[in-house]
């Protein structure tokens, strides 16, 4: 992408932040745009450039964004989206035979439904929770057939992640525009809605911290000139100083991961004047986080501080780091060994724990809720989804991005399920055949 293009496109996306911001009408508006275009954009192309997986890159990196604003029709607009464009993807494009264990993968979640639908009763809130729990694996499947051994250049990649970049870009001022005073909106160490846009934390930190990632690999791999390098770090670390302030922690330390990974797997892949330039910029990046660390602890008075070390605002230890999901997890435990075979059935445990505890309490953690409604089949779906990626990779060791994906989606799973479609669709890009071009 031309640097005049790419310019022209952060500005519009800060733009777009400040618009929905003052007018929210607005986010329905483009929340209808994104569909519509996509359509048409598909139907002219018939998808001969995998069109379908740059329309779904930009609904993953808005999908948050467009919650928080009200401009999602449904709650699962973003999920709902992903699969349609994927069956268009399909239809247009087919699939691979490599893709029959996400076939089956599909198939294993069928028994849960069955179950669920014998055991609740079939209204609204049957069907939402149906959505909520089964939405993101479904998602997950039909993008993973797609998109595995599809083949695509590192040039490509970095395409998909400005698609996914650019609305997080306008997150990110909209959360800045809502909460112009951080220390007004400071109340001890727990996740902060009102520094997240008004919005769940948890569900924003984890797209803030793939926007980190995102704008950290464009300004390694692709920048090609300094003042496009300095507008991409300036992205990452403002990205991460907004992420740091939900005191959400599970996304910004997936994002780090990501960087981490992705450090090593290019060190890897690089010849010794790569190594030195990279070794130069990981000081520099180092130094950048520090600061943003240290600024962040000082507008939060230290209590930054506190939250990633599991510390109340007085600065005592928290008995349960986990804010509560050590107890969840053990329970979905106790509930597949009562029910090891085709488990309890897709959203029982979200009710068994209302009747419990008298108030909502949805799962965190994607693997105890696949082992609890799921039982034995949501072992063999784990399995599935574990395991592919790794195989598939040592046919395609050219694809530097597979760990941070799969990566992403793994320490996602363990502290805010499948809530967001991102989960599903960038565990589907771990399966993509990369490679780098000649030039």
Request: glycine share 8%.
């Amino acid at each position: 992408m031309q640097n005049n293009k790419y310019l022209a496109l952060i500005f519009c996306h800060i733009l777009l932040g400040v618009l929905l911001f003052f007018f929210p009408i607005l986010a329905k508006i483009y929340a209808f745009a994104i569909l519509v275009i996509g359509v048409i954009v598909v139907a002219i192309t018939q998808n001969k450039n995998n069109q379908v997986l740059y329309i779904c890159s930009y609904i993953v990196g808005s999908e948050v964004f467009l919650r928080m604003t009200d401009g999602s029709p449904i709650h699962e607009f973003g999920k709902y989206s992903i699969i349609v464009f994927m069956i268009l993807g399909i239809l247009y494009s087919g699939f691979s035979k490599f893709s029959l264990p996400f076939w089956f993968f599909i198939l294993l979640l069928i028994p849960s439904i069955i179950i669920a639908n014998d055991t609740l009763a079939y209204d609204d809130e049957f069907r939402n929770r149906i959505a909520f729990n089964i939405s993101g694996p479904i998602c997950l499947g039909i993008a993973a057939i797609y998109t595995i051994g599809k083949r695509l250049t590192v040039f490509e990649v970095g395409n998909l992640l400005i698609f996914i970049g650019l609305p997080i870009i306008s997150m990110a001022v909209f959360v800045s525009l809502y909460t112009i005073d951080i220390r007004t909106a400071l109340i001890g160490t727990g996740s902060n809605s009102g520094l997240s846009g008004g919005f769940g934390p948890n569900q924003v930190a984890t797209i803030l911290g793939l926007g980190m990632f995102v704008f950290f690999v464009r300004s390694i791999m692709f920048s090609k000139t300094n003042f496009i390098f300095f507008i991409n770090i300036f992205i990452t670390f403002y990205l991460s100083y907004r992420g740091f302030l939900t005191f959400s922690r599970g996304g910004i330390i997936t994002g780090f991961a990501m960087i981490g990974i992705f450090i090593f797997s290019t060190y890897y892949h690089s010849k010794k004047i790569g190594k030195g330039k990279l070794n130069l910029l990981v000081l520099i990046m180092s130094i950048l986080f520090f600061i943003t660390w240290s600024y962040t602890s000082f507008l939060t008075d230290g209590l930054i501080n506190k939250r990633y070390t599991s510390k109340n605002a007085q600065g005592i230890e928290k008995k349960d780091i986990l804010s509560g999901r050590t107890e969840l997890a053990g329970d979905e435990i106790k509930m597949f060994l009562d029910n090891p075979i085709f488990g309890i059935g897709v959203g029982k445990g979200t009710e068994i724990r209302t009747e419990k505890n008298g108030y909502i309490t949805a799962s965190h953690d994607e693997i105890t809720r696949m082992l609890a409604e799921h039982g034995s089949l949501g072992i063999v779906a784990l399995l599935i989804l574990f395991f592919l990626p790794l195989i598939f990779h040592i046919e395609n060791k050219q694809n530097i991005f597979m760990f941070c994906f799969f990566m992403f989606w793994l320490l996602t799973i363990n502290h805010a399920a499948m809530r967001t479609a991102s989960t599903s669709f960038i565990y589907a890009l771990a399966l993509l055949n990369i490679r780098f071009d000649e030039k």
